[in-house]
């Protein structure tokens, strides 16, 4: 009997040292898992903060270039109104000028008329002539 007893003695330390390996093996992986999940969401964190950090910067950078943008339409539209001032007042005072030289060289033809009306006329067809001749050289083209 004694020897029965031994090989259930043996057996017993025997299913203790794989009990306890189980044990030792389960509680390694708990640990394990523990340590997977904690490093898990440290990254998830840091990934998660970097991305919040790079969506602000971009949104800031966004910010600064709508508002660079709109300034630049602001100064085009300011310089555009200087422009069309400029040009309303160059068109003003040419129109005036035209209108003066019209009005003196209506005066001179008149006067001109009044000393030698044939003249007046033979340059006027004259003139007549050469812009129908340019016109219809322009054409025929």
Same mark, same amino acid.
């Given at each position: 009997?004694?020897?029965?007893?031994?090989?259930?003695?043996?057996?017993?330390?025997?299913?203790?040292?794989?009990?306890?390996?189980?044990?030792?093996?389960?509680?390694?992986?708990?640990?394990?898992?523990?340590?997977?999940?904690?490093?898990?969401?440290?990254?998830?964190?840091?990934?998660?903060?970097?991305?919040?950090?790079?969506?602000?910067?971009?949104?800031?950078?966004?910010?600064?270039?709508?508002?660079?943008?709109?300034?630049?339409?602001?100064?085009?539209?300011?310089?555009?109104?200087?422009?069309?001032?400029?040009?309303?007042?160059?068109?003003?005072?040419? &129109?005036?000028?035209?209108?003066?030289?019209?009005?003196?060289?209506?005066?001179?033809?008149?006067?001109?008329?009044?000393?030698?009306?044939?003249?007046?006329?033979?340059?006027?067809?004259?003139?007549?002539?050469?812009?129908?001749?340019?016109?219809?050289?322009? &054409?025929?083209?």
């Amino acid at each position: 009997m004694r020897e029965t007893d031994e090989r259930v003695e043996i057996m017993t330390d025997t299913d203790r040292n794989i009990s306890d390996a189980t044990q030792a093996a389960r509680d390694a992986a708990d640990r394990a898992r523990s340590t997977v999940e904690d490093t898990a969401e440290d990254i998830s964190d840091t990934v998660t903060g970097t991305a919040d950090e790079t969506a602000d910067t971009l949104s800031d950078a966004a910010a600064q270039v709508k508002e660079q943008a709109a300034e630049a339409v602001e100064d085009i539209r300011a310089a555009a109104a200087e422009a069309m001032d400029a040009m309303a007042a160059q068109a003003k005072e040419a &129109f005036a000028n035209a209108k003066e030289a019209a009005d003196e060289g209506v005066t001179y033809v008149k006067a001109k008329y009044r000393e030698n009306p044939a003249l007046v006329i033979a340059v006027g067809a004259a003139a007549l002539l050469a812009v129908s001749a340019v016109l219809k050289g322009i &054409f025929r083209r």
